[in-house]
């Protein structure tokens, strides 16, 4: 699902909510990874914590399509 972004004041942090863009792949690839090191919940495949550019291009274009 892609969604416009969506922001909150939680205990006076302030977090805002929003789909992925091109330019978060590596970073959301670093806290898959570390997420995965903490816990034994999440069962991945190879190479599934690494995300690039096209990927998010691909999820964004795809979920598009659904509509």
Not at 3 to 31: E, G, M, P
Not at 34 to 58: C, P, R, V, W, Y
Request: charged residues 30%.
């Amino acid at each position: 699902m892609i969604f416009s972004q969506q922001d909150f004041n939680v205990k006076k942090l302030n977090y805002s909510i929003r789909s992925a863009i091109k330019r978060d792949a590596k970073y959301l690839s670093k806290l898959i990874l570390q997420i995965n090191g903490e816990t034994k919940n999440i069962d991945l495949e190879q190479g599934e914590a690494f995300i690039d550019h096209n990927f998010i291009s691909e999820q964004r274009r795809s979920t598009r399509q659904i509509r």
